[in-house]
């Protein structure tokens, strides 16, 4: 699986060029899969998801309305109650996922109780695109800054799909308690490598290879 890790969506030029790298193919050529489950468990989260599902100039994190072939809703919260073969091909099938913000733990304990996560080391080919949230669960642990909605482990541990962690939304104007100051604490609370970075960066991954893509600020903290 190829990553694209956001903080705010693909909001600039170099964001989408690197998701073009990814894809190896115009948007307009690729089939996407949604998936809102996140937002749900934030305050406001039933109309989150709804802007997040369907785009438009009232999202200020571009993710569906990029012109893709085709797109998708996979909700994960279902999944546990249908037969693996109503969706599964479906996910094979696509080129992208883009992944929803909200709560990273909820959206974590669905990805793995639907089956998702499971199936994830075999999609080589296929861009997970991450937004917030959806960036944040790659990682081995979330810190307990960003813990709200608490799972049956109780602990902050995640995918551990990359070997560092994401502070997202950096000095973002409506979350002032993004500031680097705080970033630099929740970083040193994680024993591992992190990246704080607004809402102009992300990360792109391919096997081994970690690139920061970005118009904005960002920090690493090893």
Known sequence: MKLLLTSGGVRNKSIHDALLDLLGKPIGEATALCIPTAGYANPGGINRAWTFIAGGPQNECPMTELGWKSVGVLELSVLPSLDPELWTPAVRAADVLLVNGGDPLFLHHWVRESGLAALLPALDDTVWVGLSAGSMIMAPRIGEDFVG??????????????????????????LPENHMGAAEKWAASLPGPSYAMDDDTAIKIVGDTVEVVSEGNWTFFD
């Open 149 to 174: 909605w608490r799972p049956p482990t109780g602990d902050d541990s995640t995918l551990g799909i990359v070997d560092f962690s994401i502070f997202p939304h950096l000095g973002h104007p409506g």
